[in-house]
């Protein structure tokens, strides 16, 4: 097989894989990745998955984005939700303006139809929306649970990008009303006690872990080169 490098595998890049290139060998890990995701547990249905990771820049926002579209490509009607309220950066992935959000249904009193995005069939996207000065205080009112409650009856699939763990308390915060996390962890570049600290911060908060993304194997851990490589544990 030819090597061929792609403008999506670059740090920092968010476009959408399994849409640009839906036969690629990196869009057919995501599609086993929501595989496994919806046969991670027979006795409750995994309807929110929220998506963290240990530290900044280890692909969470790509993989948030990505299995958010193979869930609308197999015809999942789905809303992705940026909660990384610092430092967001869903929006990239879609070219989006992120003018108003999230947090503008809530401070500003906007529906939900006013800033939400449908950017393809089956798959809607919810900016994060203006900045908020206490972003925890917001993801832990009620009024949020509710609202993402109430999603449910509208969306079949509900993926949430929510900060580094290592970073800030907020995706702790946010696994609270998740069904299940998933955690983003860089080969080679993430150290282990880091990610098991994080495994036990998010357990002690009642989160559960329904599995692991590992991103960026150098060619000398796969065959794919060039290629991430996205491993559900």
Do not use: W
């Not at 890990?29 to 547990?41: G, P, V």
């Not at 925890?136 to 993926?159: C, G, M, P, T, W």
Request: hydrophobic fraction near 35%.
């Amino acid at each position: 097989m030819r090597n061929k490098k792609h403008k999506f595998d670059q740090r920092g890049s968010y476009q959408p894989i399994t849409r640009i290139e839906p036969n690629s060998i990196i869009s057919e890990q995501y599609r086993k990745l929501r595989t496994n995701i919806e046969l991670s547990d027979f006795n409750k249905k995994i309807q929110i998955v929220g998506i963290t990771s240990t530290n900044a820049m280890e692909g969470k926002t790509l993989t948030a984005i990505n299995l958010a579209e193979v869930y609308a490509q197999s015809g999942k009607k789905t809303i992705l939700i940026d909660m990384d309220l610092r430092k967001p950066k869903i929006h990239r992935g879609f070219r989006l303006i992120n003018k108003k959000g999230l947090s503008d249904i809530f401070t500003k009193n906007f529906d939900i139809t006013d800033v939400v995005e449908h950017v393809e069939a089956n798959l809607d996207v919810l900016p994060s929306g203006s900045k908020l000065p206490y972003p925890a205080e917001f993801l832990s009112s009620e009024q949020l649970k509710s609202f993402v409650n109430n999603l449910k009856d509208v969306y079949e699939r509900i993926i949430i990008d929510t900060p580094p763990m290592t970073a800030v308390t907020d995706a702790s915060i946010i696994s609270s009303f998740c069904d299940g996390m998933l955690l983003v962890i860089a080969s080679r570049e993430t150290e282990v006690h880091i990610t098991k600290d994080v495994i036990k911060d998010l357990e002690n908060n009642g989160a559960k872990i329904i599995g692991s993304v590992l991103t960026r194997v150098s060619k000398r851990d796969s065959r794919y080169m060039n290629y991430y490589y996205y491993q559900y544990r």
